[in-house]
DNA sequence: CACGTACCAATTCGACCGTATCGGAACCGT
DNA sequence: ACGGTTCCGATACGGTCGAATTGGTACGTG
């Protein structure tokens, strides 16, 4: 056998290559060549490593969400002894890349987001990934419920999408600069305080209806 | 005088191509000259009405974000009898983009505001309309916060950001494929229900504060 | 009726894109 | 030592990009 490479390990290295690039620059900015110059290899490398362009666009966004999605499992088995609604705090934190040291990492998610819009392969790619951290999300809502008086276990999956659909709201508002980060963890935990503090009050005065 | 041509109008329908085809092909596939060919005008045209391609953007992500801002604005002058927390409920369905008819223009907003991320002349137009929402989501919750017995009234700007970042995520979802239209327009109205809904709760002090 | 001017379509330009190809270097089993 | 196989960097190609230039046309003015 000729010399031998790892495939694995280098495209790995490629796709960190896109993703400093679509934070830089926006997902425009990703050509084959900054990208091969970003990484130290050659074009004809990226080229072996990935048949097409495409090909590597839905590889790094693959990887960039493996990665939020790990750190966020590693954040919820690191605090098993915890109340449900500490962990979906901390979780909810994670998902929405407010901290600084993650506001790369957004850019890209938010590039890639908007090119999922109109692109079948890179949707399909995070689709899985949000329907694995929904699941979870909707996992812990139910724990949570289950401990306190508060009848939010009425539908733990609709809460779910809600506080995923706000945490990704937020992490938008903060790149375009709407908000600054402080006030979107701010709207966040305030949101999510909501759910399990305020007491059932077994009756509804009145209904006002809003539709 | 020799020939004259009403230039802004003329702006406005080169605006209109820029969206129509960032709706189809993402806003990288927005180049002059399909534009122009989208327009029915020469390229010539359109660089005599623009200078550069980016003010032609900035110029289309401004007309847009007219356009729905106006839409929403029209929803509440339409119905300023109904109680100001059913004008929220629908000023923000109309936000969020979630009808059929208006799934075009969320994929433009979404294109350009990933765009905006790393481009700081639309930032700059995408948070001049994002601040003048969120000003009149903000008094709309005061308002119907004074109708109701729920403290809601606490922080009546903290909960228009809520809600306007929830819109938006709800958006991004819709688009991306993860949620039906269906699915976000009730995650929507259960969020904004809940605003009302819930009775105060007396014993509480006035401070509901959670890490 | 000329004339200048504002407008427009077409052309050109240099740069860069994604992709394909190729000669040589590196490596291994024999 | 050597031939075969795999990897690599460089280069060529067809195409498109944004921008600038040019020649022609329609129009209001003098």
Redesign the pocket.
Known sequence: ?????D?AS?RRLIAEAVCHLADERGLEG?????VAARAQ?????V??CF????EMLVFALGHISERISERVRARLVRSPAQSAATALGHAAAEISLLREAHRAEARVWLAFAAQAAVSKALAKTLKANYAAVQEAFTRLISEAGEGTDRAVSLDPQREARTVLALADGLTTHVLIGHLTPREAHDVLHAHLAGLWEQPAQPSHSREDRAG
Chains 1, 2 share one sequence.
């Open positions: 056998m000729p010399r031998q490479v495939h280098r990703v050509t084959l060549r900054d290899v050659s074009v004809g490398a080229q072996r048949r097409t362009k495409e």
